[in-house]
């Protein structure tokens, strides 16, 4: 595989988690503390928990999938 092309899929693959990291975190601090009331907050709870699984879970992939394919040249 082409250097460039590595190097841009090794960007990636970090830069994803960051970026989706933060802003994931960010969405759901601002629904949970501003827009869902705080009475509506436990029948809601298990879609914010899904979302929630889904945003980092996506960034733990990113990052294991940086670890193995990238192993050997990581410093």
């Known amino acids: 595989m082409n250097s460039k092309i590595k190097k841009a899929i090794k960007f ?18 601002v629904l949970l503390l501003w827009v869902i009331p ?5 029948s809601v709870a298990l879609p914010l928990s899904m979302m929630g699984i889904y ?9 294991f999938v940086r670890m193995k394919f990238f192993k050997g040249e990581m410093k």
């Open 12 to 29: 990636a693959l970090l830069l994803y988690p960051i970026l989706i990291g933060i802003s994931g975190t960010v969405m759901l601090t």
């Open 55 to 63: 945003i980092y879970g996506t960034c733990a992939i990113s990052l």
């Open 38 to 42: 705080k009475d509506q907050i436990s």
